[in-house]
T-cell receptor, first 114, second 113 residues
Protein backbone atom coordinates (compact mmCIF):
# COMPACT_ATOMS: atom_id res chain seq x y z
CA UNK A 1 0.00 0.00 0.00
CA UNK A 2 1.10 3.52 -0.70
CA UNK A 3 1.54 6.02 2.12
CA UNK A 4 3.26 9.27 2.96
CA UNK A 5 4.53 10.51 6.30
CA UNK A 6 5.11 14.17 7.04
CA UNK A 7 7.69 14.35 9.76
CA UNK A 8 6.77 17.72 11.27
CA UNK A 9 3.30 18.90 12.22
CA UNK A 10 4.52 22.51 12.61
CA UNK A 11 7.50 24.37 11.20
CA UNK A 12 8.33 27.94 12.16
CA UNK A 13 10.80 30.10 10.21
CA UNK A 14 11.69 33.75 10.01
CA UNK A 15 10.87 35.69 6.87
CA UNK A 16 13.76 35.52 4.42
CA UNK A 17 15.18 32.24 5.80
CA UNK A 18 15.04 28.83 4.08
CA UNK A 19 12.06 26.51 4.38
CA UNK A 20 12.31 22.72 4.67
CA UNK A 21 9.18 20.57 4.96
CA UNK A 22 9.90 16.87 5.20
CA UNK A 23 8.01 13.98 3.62
CA UNK A 24 8.83 10.29 3.42
CA UNK A 25 6.92 7.89 1.24
CA UNK A 26 6.29 4.19 1.31
CA UNK A 27 5.75 2.36 -1.94
CA UNK A 28 6.81 -0.87 -3.55
CA UNK A 29 7.83 1.04 -6.65
CA UNK A 30 8.76 4.56 -7.68
CA UNK A 31 5.54 6.51 -7.21
CA UNK A 32 4.23 9.83 -8.42
CA UNK A 33 4.22 12.39 -5.62
CA UNK A 34 2.63 15.79 -5.10
CA UNK A 35 2.86 18.72 -2.75
CA UNK A 36 -0.28 20.77 -2.18
CA UNK A 37 -0.71 23.99 -0.19
CA UNK A 38 -3.84 25.12 1.64
CA UNK A 39 -4.31 28.63 2.99
CA UNK A 40 -6.92 29.08 5.74
CA UNK A 41 -10.46 28.44 4.55
CA UNK A 42 -9.28 27.85 0.99
CA UNK A 43 -9.07 24.89 -1.31
CA UNK A 44 -5.87 22.99 -2.03
CA UNK A 45 -3.48 24.28 -4.67
CA UNK A 46 -1.02 22.02 -6.46
CA UNK A 47 2.51 23.27 -5.77
CA UNK A 48 4.44 20.68 -7.74
CA UNK A 49 4.41 17.10 -8.95
CA UNK A 50 7.03 14.39 -9.36
CA UNK A 51 6.60 12.04 -12.29
CA UNK A 52 10.04 10.38 -12.52
CA UNK A 53 11.11 12.63 -15.39
CA UNK A 54 13.53 14.53 -13.14
CA UNK A 55 14.41 14.08 -9.49
CA UNK A 56 14.49 17.82 -8.79
CA UNK A 57 11.08 19.33 -9.38
CA UNK A 58 10.40 23.04 -9.51
CA UNK A 59 7.00 24.32 -8.55
CA UNK A 60 5.14 27.56 -8.19
CA UNK A 61 6.06 30.42 -5.84
CA UNK A 62 9.73 29.43 -5.69
CA UNK A 63 9.19 26.01 -4.12
CA UNK A 64 11.03 22.91 -5.23
CA UNK A 65 11.28 19.30 -4.08
CA UNK A 66 13.85 16.57 -4.59
CA UNK A 67 12.92 12.93 -5.00
CA UNK A 68 15.48 10.67 -3.29
CA UNK A 69 14.77 7.02 -3.85
CA UNK A 70 17.58 5.84 -1.54
CA UNK A 71 16.01 7.81 1.33
CA UNK A 72 12.37 7.39 0.22
CA UNK A 73 11.99 11.12 0.69
CA UNK A 74 10.39 14.00 -1.16
CA UNK A 75 11.19 17.08 0.91
CA UNK A 76 9.84 20.50 -0.03
CA UNK A 77 12.19 23.49 0.09
CA UNK A 78 12.24 27.20 -0.60
CA UNK A 79 15.35 29.37 -0.34
CA UNK A 80 13.66 32.36 1.26
CA UNK A 81 10.34 32.34 3.11
CA UNK A 82 7.74 35.02 2.54
CA UNK A 83 4.93 35.94 4.88
CA UNK A 84 2.44 34.75 2.25
CA UNK A 85 3.91 31.22 2.49
CA UNK A 86 2.25 30.70 5.87
CA UNK A 87 -0.20 27.87 5.24
CA UNK A 88 -0.69 24.12 5.59
CA UNK A 89 1.27 21.89 3.25
CA UNK A 90 0.31 18.35 2.29
CA UNK A 91 2.54 15.67 0.79
CA UNK A 92 0.33 13.44 -1.35
CA UNK A 93 0.58 10.24 -3.33
CA UNK A 94 -2.08 9.04 -5.79
CA UNK A 95 -3.63 5.71 -4.90
CA UNK A 96 -3.19 2.94 -7.39
CA UNK A 97 -6.64 1.36 -7.09
CA UNK A 98 -9.37 2.15 -9.60
CA UNK A 99 -10.44 5.27 -7.73
CA UNK A 100 -7.10 7.09 -8.16
CA UNK A 101 -7.97 8.80 -4.88
CA UNK A 102 -5.29 10.91 -3.27
CA UNK A 103 -3.56 9.64 -0.14
CA UNK A 104 -2.64 12.56 2.09
CA UNK A 105 0.04 13.05 4.66
CA UNK A 106 -1.08 14.54 7.96
CA UNK A 107 0.02 18.02 6.91
CA UNK A 108 2.65 20.51 8.08
CA UNK A 109 1.63 23.95 9.22
CA UNK A 110 4.22 26.53 8.21
CA UNK A 111 4.47 29.64 10.37
CA UNK A 112 6.50 32.59 9.07
CA UNK A 113 7.70 35.11 11.65
CA UNK A 114 8.29 38.72 10.57
CA UNK B 1 -10.20 30.82 -16.72
CA UNK B 2 -10.30 27.06 -16.32
CA UNK B 3 -11.09 25.80 -12.88
CA UNK B 4 -13.49 24.45 -10.33
CA UNK B 5 -16.19 26.44 -8.60
CA UNK B 6 -18.07 25.52 -5.48
CA UNK B 7 -21.07 27.24 -4.03
CA UNK B 8 -21.97 28.50 -1.61
CA UNK B 9 -18.79 29.36 0.29
CA UNK B 10 -20.59 29.17 3.65
CA UNK B 11 -23.77 27.24 4.41
CA UNK B 12 -25.76 27.07 7.62
CA UNK B 13 -28.50 24.51 8.18
CA UNK B 14 -30.60 23.14 10.99
CA UNK B 15 -30.36 19.50 12.01
CA UNK B 16 -32.70 17.25 10.08
CA UNK B 17 -32.47 19.21 6.84
CA UNK B 18 -30.88 17.92 3.67
CA UNK B 19 -28.52 20.31 1.92
CA UNK B 20 -26.91 20.23 -1.53
CA UNK B 21 -23.44 21.54 -2.29
CA UNK B 22 -22.64 22.59 -5.81
CA UNK B 23 -19.47 21.73 -7.76
CA UNK B 24 -18.82 22.77 -11.35
CA UNK B 25 -15.68 22.36 -13.47
CA UNK B 26 -14.66 23.57 -16.91
CA UNK B 27 -11.41 21.61 -17.13
CA UNK B 28 -13.01 18.92 -19.30
CA UNK B 29 -12.04 16.26 -16.77
CA UNK B 30 -14.01 13.03 -16.68
CA UNK B 31 -13.29 12.23 -13.02
CA UNK B 32 -14.55 14.25 -10.06
CA UNK B 33 -14.27 13.79 -6.30
CA UNK B 34 -15.78 14.96 -3.04
CA UNK B 35 -13.64 15.15 0.09
CA UNK B 36 -14.42 16.11 3.65
CA UNK B 37 -11.92 17.94 5.87
CA UNK B 38 -12.23 18.25 9.63
CA UNK B 39 -10.05 20.48 11.82
CA UNK B 40 -6.56 19.11 12.24
CA UNK B 41 -7.26 16.20 9.92
CA UNK B 42 -6.44 15.34 6.37
CA UNK B 43 -8.98 14.90 3.63
CA UNK B 44 -11.29 11.89 3.49
CA UNK B 45 -12.96 10.71 0.29
CA UNK B 46 -16.77 10.74 0.28
CA UNK B 47 -17.71 9.89 -3.31
CA UNK B 48 -16.10 9.92 -6.71
CA UNK B 49 -17.21 9.70 -10.30
CA UNK B 50 -15.03 8.57 -13.19
CA UNK B 51 -17.59 9.26 -15.90
CA UNK B 52 -21.03 10.75 -16.43
CA UNK B 53 -23.90 8.72 -14.95
CA UNK B 54 -21.54 6.65 -12.81
CA UNK B 55 -20.24 7.18 -9.28
CA UNK B 56 -18.72 5.14 -6.48
CA UNK B 57 -18.66 5.35 -2.69
CA UNK B 58 -15.47 6.49 -1.07
CA UNK B 59 -14.27 5.87 2.45
CA UNK B 60 -17.01 7.78 4.29
CA UNK B 61 -20.11 7.73 2.04
CA UNK B 62 -22.73 7.10 4.74
CA UNK B 63 -25.18 9.98 5.00
CA UNK B 64 -24.19 11.47 1.64
CA UNK B 65 -25.50 11.15 -1.91
CA UNK B 66 -24.33 12.40 -5.30
CA UNK B 67 -25.39 12.57 -8.92
CA UNK B 68 -23.43 12.99 -12.14
CA UNK B 69 -25.82 13.93 -14.93
CA UNK B 70 -23.39 16.24 -16.68
CA UNK B 71 -19.64 16.11 -17.14
CA UNK B 72 -19.24 19.57 -15.68
CA UNK B 73 -21.29 19.07 -12.52
CA UNK B 74 -21.04 16.81 -9.48
CA UNK B 75 -23.39 17.98 -6.68
CA UNK B 76 -23.18 16.50 -3.19
CA UNK B 77 -26.21 16.16 -0.92
CA UNK B 78 -25.62 15.95 2.80
CA UNK B 79 -28.62 14.14 4.21
CA UNK B 80 -30.12 14.17 7.68
CA UNK B 81 -28.63 10.69 8.15
CA UNK B 82 -25.11 12.13 8.31
CA UNK B 83 -24.35 12.23 12.03
CA UNK B 84 -21.66 14.90 12.05
CA UNK B 85 -22.14 17.02 8.93
CA UNK B 86 -20.35 20.16 10.10
CA UNK B 87 -17.11 20.24 8.10
CA UNK B 88 -15.25 21.80 5.18
CA UNK B 89 -16.18 20.13 1.89
CA UNK B 90 -13.83 20.11 -1.09
CA UNK B 91 -14.58 19.12 -4.64
CA UNK B 92 -11.85 18.12 -7.07
CA UNK B 93 -11.42 16.92 -10.62
CA UNK B 94 -8.65 14.71 -11.97
CA UNK B 95 -6.64 14.62 -15.16
CA UNK B 96 -7.08 11.56 -17.36
CA UNK B 97 -3.37 10.76 -17.72
CA UNK B 98 -0.45 10.12 -15.34
CA UNK B 99 0.35 11.28 -12.74
CA UNK B 100 -3.40 11.80 -12.30
CA UNK B 101 -3.16 14.96 -10.26
CA UNK B 102 -6.32 16.53 -8.89
CA UNK B 103 -7.39 20.16 -8.93
CA UNK B 104 -9.51 21.51 -6.12
CA UNK B 105 -12.30 24.01 -5.76
CA UNK B 106 -12.33 26.69 -3.04
CA UNK B 107 -14.48 24.62 -0.68
CA UNK B 108 -17.81 24.98 1.12
CA UNK B 109 -17.92 25.31 4.89
CA UNK B 110 -21.09 23.67 6.18
CA UNK B 111 -22.31 24.33 9.69
CA UNK B 112 -25.27 22.37 11.04
CA UNK B 113 -26.83 23.35 14.36
Amino acid sequence: AQSVTQLDSHVSVSEGTPVLLRCNYSSSYSPSLFWYVQHPNKGLQLLLKYTSAATLVKGINGFEAEFKKSETSFHLTKPSAHMSDAAEYFCVVPGMDSSYKLIFGSGTRLLVRP
Amino acid sequence: DGGITQSPKYLFRKEGQNVTLSCEQNLNHDAMYWYRQDPGQGLRLIYYSQIVNDFQKGDIAEGYSVSREKKESFPLTVTSAQKNPTAFYLCASRTGFPPYEQYFGPGTRLTVT
